[in-house]
């Protein structure tokens, strides 16, 4: 019998991963807990700990960069449509 993969909610990997960095329970008794494996908690709260700034942070930085990667993008897109218009104008 074949097992549905399963999703787990943004809540729940926090909820699972501040219990780890508690550590007021072991990975084990976290992952009989929780049903989930310890590899898979260890990796929940090393993720969290890395991006544990951007609580903190007001999101114009990833805004700000966003904006330049749609100019850019919108740069290109003129760059290719003016190659396109000469393209069409030497094969006519």
Do not use: C
């Not at 590899?39 to 700990?49: A, H, P």
């Not at 007001?58 to 003016?82: C, F, M």
């Amino acid at each position: 019998m074949k097992k549905t993969r399963r999703k787990f909610t943004s809540a729940f990997k926090a909820k699972v991963a501040l219990a780890a960095i508690q550590e007021r329970q072991t990975l084990q008794e976290l992952a009989v807990k929780y049903e989930v494996h310890p590899n898979q908690i260890g990796q929940w709260k090393k993720e969290f700990l890395e991006n544990a700034e951007k609580a903190f942070s007001d999101g114009k930085p990833e805004e700000n960069t966003l904006a330049k990667e749609n100019e850019e993008l919108y740069r290109q897109i003129g760059e290719l449509h003016a190659q396109n218009t000469w393209l069409k104008k030497k094969v006519l």
